[in-house]
């Protein structure tokens, strides 16, 4: 699957990076996503591990159960959809894998809807999901993400566009069938493989995604 083959390393010591077909580098990192930021109430605040669980049964985790789990640190570039790309990023969380060792999918799952406040979702295949970069981070050099970064909590899925990278994840669905999540519903490619320029879903080939 195109979701388990890894990526050109993000840096190269002593040579320019290479950046996916058509985009450009932009200093800085820009804030980009759709509405209001949302205020974190710690009291009110869960991850919900939901969907088809092995077990039948959902996951809730609080913030407070996160630093408890393993760690891990990535560095990456954010390649945003509309064509420009943020370098340079390292990020500190819990892997994806983690999580599904903790709360293993039904044998049937093949793709998660990750949640985000608001209703937000993007929908990932499970192979993209269980990829060894893929973590939910809750640091960004260094320090706690920013509110208009995703703090708590967020996916970040380093080989795919930055729209498959909720900012303020609440929750991971495991689904045994794909749905579109928010951006997929509204033009955006089903896939989102930069490296292969998936962009726009008018892009898609047959079986790359549910129909619109
Ligand atoms: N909840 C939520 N997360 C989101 C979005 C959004 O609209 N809502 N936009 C995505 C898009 S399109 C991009 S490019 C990245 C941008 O992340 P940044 O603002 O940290 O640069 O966030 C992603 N995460
Ligand atoms: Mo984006």
Redesign the pocket.
């Known amino acids: 699957m195109a979701g388990d083959r890894p990526s050109p390393p993000a840096t190269t010591p002593g040579t320019p990076r290479r950046l996916p077909p058509g985009q450009r580098r932009v200093r800085g ?7 209001p930021v949302p205020k974190f109430r710690p009291d009110r605040w869960n991850l919900r591990i939901h969907g088809a669980t092995a077990s039948g049964e959902e996951s809730l985790w609080s913030f407070d159960d996160l630093p408890d789990l393993p760690h891990v640190t990535v560095v990456a570039d ?1 390649h ?2 509309t064509g420009i790309t ?1 370098t340079d990023h390292e990020w500190f969380g819990v892997p994806a894998t983690v999580l599904l060792e903790l709360v293993p999918p039904a044998p049937e799952v093949t793709h998660v809807m990750a949640w ?2 608001y209703g ?1 979702g993007a929908n990932l295949r499970l192979a993209d999901f269980a990829a060894e970069r893929t973590l939910l981070a809750t640091h960004h050099d260094g320090e706690l993400l920013t509110a ?3 703090f708590p909590l967020r996916l970040v899925v380093p080989h795919l ?3 498959k ?4 994840l609440r929750g991971i669905e495991y689904m045994t069938a794909d749905r579109r999540g ?2 997929e519903e509204r033009g955006y490619h089903n896939l989102a493989d930069p490296w292969k320029e998936q962009r726009y879903s008018h892009q898609e080939q047959p079986g790359d995604g549910p129909p619109l």
């Open positions: 990192w820009p804030v980009s996503h759709y509405g954010l945003c959809a943020s985000a406040e937000f208009e970064h995703g566009f930055g729209y990278s909720p900012k303020w928010f951006w």
